[in-house]
């Protein structure tokens, strides 16, 4: 959800001539976040958001290529996004460790903003995509070692160990929201999240 002169505005934040991308925000659509996965995404967000409004220049960790603008010859001349990657996620941490590389800064415009929505968020939803970002975060750790311990959460595990308490997080999950808890139930939602993660790391480095 954007407004109708969003792209006007990211066109005019680039200066002629000059090779910079710019950032705007998003954000959760208000008054759509329903259920505990849904309310996971939000918090996530919303904690990303306030870690990107103290950064003049973004740590390309940081950046979200649904609502991020740079000049053509640019994203070309990099050679666009890694087409390699076939699963949900990285592909803008990626592009933007490319993009710092080649002296191309990441500005981030909070005024640039555009709404998410979350009230279709479901468990699958949350396994999908974190299954896929951590099966390509090793490749990017691979193609950028210098930011493979932030991509890994640390060295890359070599046991499943996160997998025994799987169920009981679920649970958790639910069990928590439906009593009125919903910070335990965020924490439980991303023990989940993060048990997917690590799912697809050791199955990224079979």
């Known amino acids: ?9 990211h066109a005019s934040s680039h200066r002629a001539g000059e090779a910079a991308a710019v950032m705007g925000e998003v954000a959760i659509a208000p008054g759509l976040s329903s259920g505990p996965w849904s309310r996971y995404l939000t918090m996530d967000v919303a904690r ?27 994203f070309l001349r ?13 592909e803008d941490f990626e592009l933007a460790l490319r993009l710092g590389k080649a002296g191309i800064p990441l500005a981030f415009r909070p005024d640039l903003k555009v709404l998410h929505r979350t009230d279709m968020v479901t468990l699958s939803t949350v396994a999908r995509k974190s299954f896929g970002r951590g099966f390509n975060a090793v490749r990017v750790a691979r193609a ?34 439906a009593t009125g808890l919903p910070s335990l139930s965020v924490l439980a ?4 999240a993060f048990t997917w993660r690590m799912q697809g790391i050791l199955r990224a480095m079979r």
């Open 1 to 9: 959800l954007l407004r109708s002169d969003h792209l006007a505005a």
């Open 48 to 74: 990303v958001n306030g870690l990107k409004r103290i950064q003049k220049i973004l740590d390309p960790m940081l950046c979200e290529t649904g609502n991020c603008s740079l000049p053509r010859e640019a």
């Open 78 to 90: 990099l050679g666009g996004f890694d087409e390699g990657m076939r699963l949900y996620g990285c």
């Open 144 to 177: 950028h070692p210098e930011r493979a311990r932030e991509l890994g959460g640390g060295p890359f595990p070599k046991a499943p160990l996160h997998r025994l308490f799987y169920p009981a997080w679920v649970l958790l999950a639910y069990a928590a929201w």
């Open 189 to 192: 939602c991303h023990r989940v």
